[in-house]
């Protein structure tokens, strides 16, 4: 696995829920290229809780559309808006098992729109949600423009 680079860290006003690095409140996720698949490894902690120690079924979603993004920026190499987000809940995700991780992939590109399929697997590797994400995938050249978008490259520390 290669470990990706955030090119938006240093922006001053990147202040991402999903991955910035400096968001006391935020999620923090970090990401991983892994063959075909973007992976992401994450510790749940009791802030994040809906139930007495279930991770709240809105983070789970907001964690499977973060990494959809990833997807995005590292394989499609441009940025894009998610215009669909399909969370099948399977089993409860305990806080108390530990790292959550987070495999995600493009499916499929139907002219501007892409599917990516993510699986969430709690701390025991037990499979407890899946997502369909639909992105709105933007021109690289408006990816660029309005979202800063660096280039596929940026990702990587030494180029993809």
């Known amino acids: 696995m290669i470990k990706l680079k955030n090119p938006y860290a240093d922006y001053p006003e990147y202040n991402c829920f999903g991955c910035s690095p400096h968001n006391s409140f935020g999620l ?5 290229e892994d063959g075909e698949r973007v992976v992401s490894r994450w510790e749940p902690d009791t802030r994040f809780q809906g139930f007495h120690d279930v991770l709240h079924g809105g983070i789970q979603s907001t964690l499977i559309d973060e990494i959809a993004s990833w997807v995005v920026f590292v394989k499609l190499g441009t940025a894009g808006v998610t215009c669909r987000l399909n969370v099948a ?72």
């Open 28 to 32: 923090r996720m970090e990401f991983f």
């Open 89 to 160: 809940f399977r089993a409860p995700v305990l806080i108390s098992r530990g790292i959550i991780t987070l495999h995600a992939r493009f499916v499929q590109q139907r002219r501007h729109l892409a599917t990516i399929k993510v699986d969430l697997f709690d701390g025991m590797e037990t499979l407890c949600s899946e997502g369909s994400v639909d992105y709105f995938l933007l021109s690289r050249e408006r990816a660029e423009k309005e979202f800063r978008f660096p280039g596929k490259a940026a990702f990587f520390e030494q180029g993809p």
